[in-house]
C-alpha cells in the first residue's frame, strides 16, 4: 500500500522560504507522477505543482509560479516542493499526493486524478 508523509512545514515571515518533502512508500515510486495541493479551512483544495515520473514535465497554479519548484529524487522516494519568498495567501495546509503513472497524462492537475494523499503540513506565513 503507498503511503506518503509530508514534512517540513512551519510558521515563517513573509518573504521567507521553506521546503516541504514528501516520503513515498510500499511502492515503485518512479511509477508514480507526483503533485502538492493546498487547502485552508473552509474552502476546496486547491492545485499548487505536480511533477511526472521522471522530472521530465512540471506544471504549476498561476499564484505561485516562479516561486515555488516542485522535484523529485526517485533514488530517495521523495518529493519536494521548495517555496520562496512566500506570502500570507500561502497559509494553508499543504498535501502531496500520488497517482501511477500514465503515458496519456505525465502530470496530473486535478485531485480527483490522485488516488493517494499524505496527511498534510501546516504552512502559516505571518505579515
Known amino acids: 500500500q503507498v503511503q506518503l508523509v509530508e514534512s517540513g512545514g512551519g510558521l515563517v515571515q513573509a518573504g521567507d522560504s521553506l521546503r516541504l518533502s514528501c516520503s513515498f512508500s510500499?511502492?515503485?515510486?518512479?511509477?508514480?507522477?507526483m503533485g502538492w495541493f493546498r487547502q485552508v479551512l473552509g474552502k476546496e483544495r486547491e492545485f499548487v505543482a505536480a511533477?511526472?515520473?521522471?522530472?521530465?514535465?512540471?506544471y504549476y497554479a498561476d499564484s505561485v509560479k516562479g516561486r515555488f519548484t516542485i522535484s523529485r529524487d526517485n533514488a530517495k522516494n521523495t518529493a519536494y516542493l521548495q517555496m520562496n519568498s512566500l506570502k500570507p495567501e500561502d497559509t494553508a495546509v499543504y498535501y502531496c499526493?500520488?497517482?501511477?503513472?500514465?503515458?496519456?497524462?505525465?502530470?496530473?492537475?486535478?485531485?480527483?486524478?490522485?488516488?493517494?494523499w499524505g496527511q498534510g503540513t501546516q504552512v502559516t506565513v505571518s505579515s
Open positions: 499526493a500520488g497517482q501511477i503513472r500514465s503515458a496519456y497524462a505525465p502530470v496530473l492537475l486535478r485531485d480527483h486524478e490522485y488516488g493517494y
Open positions: 510500499g511502492r515503485t515510486f518512479s511509477s508514480y507522477a
Open positions: 511533477i511526472s515520473w521522471n522530472g521530465g514535465s512540471r
